[in-house]
């Protein structure tokens, strides 16, 4: 979680306000909602599962912090991805989770979701 609050630390003030962290899945989600308050970071969201029905959070979208995602999922989504952090842990199921933030949308986040969900 330390290094997710850095990532999310890291951004302008602006973006801070208006961020979205994305989880790869219910687990990664759930984590973030269970510790995150500890570092300031904002609740999570994920397309995976029932996850899904709470929707996009209060973030627009422009600015996306993902935990679990590849590049080559995010770039069709977003006109920038950028590498932030890898998580690394010989003691969790999901051993390295790649952390990137994502500017400039492609789409709108809650039109998306609302549509079709993210889907990815």
């Known amino acids: 979680m ?4 850095k990532v999310y630390q ?3 003030d602006e973006e801070k306000a208006d961020c979205v962290i994305l989880a790869g ?3 990664q989600a759930g984590a ?3 510790y995150g308050p500890k570092y300031g970071l904002p609740r999570a969201v994920s397309d995976h ?3 899904y029905l709470w929707g996009t959070g209060n973030g627009s979208g422009e600015v996306v912090l993902t ?3 590849s590049r080559e999922k995010l770039e069709p989504l977003f006109h920038r991805v950028d590498y932030a952090a890898t998580i690394e842990s010989e003691h969790a199921v ?3 989770l790649t952390i990137f933030v994502c500017r400039k949308p492609r789409t709108d986040l809650r039109e998306a979701w ?5 889907k990815l």
């Not at 330390?2 to 609050?5: F, G, R, Y």
């Not at 609302?114 to 993210?118: D, L, T």
């Open 67 to 69: 935990i679990g995602y």
């Open 2 to 5: 330390a290094a997710i609050a």
């Open 32 to 34: 973030v909602d269970f």
């Open 10 to 12: 890291s951004l302008p």
């Open 49 to 51: 599962m029932t996850y």
């Open 25 to 27: 899945n219910y687990g």
């Open 114 to 118: 609302e549509k079709h969900g993210v």
């Open 94 to 96: 999901e051993s390295k």
